[in-house]
């Protein structure tokens, strides 16, 4: 299995990062790569359960990814499993995902840890499609200050 680790620093509070993170009005503005909107989404990490989104291109091509919300200790982390599903719909192969916040002198760190990812290839894939998702991110924190 292959594990994938990513780390960003944001010039915000714990807290204002959790809610980023967790609040369905904050996810959709960053949530999924760049290029993808989301037009099907059940998105609240605020509470442990089921948790699904639909991301779609500009093609029109849609990619939906489910989980279940296993653990949230606010404002420090939030962990979820993640699954892809066929077209078919069927859910592939499950991995999971930490969000942890720490404090650091610039604001807060985000560190997101994907685990049980399968292969280097699926890794290599994720670690895009995360990273483009925290250039998003990155952006519309920016456009707050």
Known sequence: MSDLHLRR????SPEQL???ITLPEHLLKWWGPEGLHIPDHALDFRNTGPWHSVMENQQGERFHV?????HVDAPRSIGFTWAWHGEDGQRGDESHVTFTIAATTEGSMLMIDHRDLGTEEIASR???????TLRKLEAVLADLS
Not at 9 to 12: E, T
Not at 66 to 70: D, L, Q, R
Request: proline share 5%; net charge negative.
């Open 9 to 12: 620093i944001f010039p915000i």
């Open 18 to 20: 959790f809610a980023w």
């Open 66 to 70: 489910s989980g279940e919300v296993t």
């Open 126 to 132: 994720h670690e895009e499609g995360w990273s483009s």
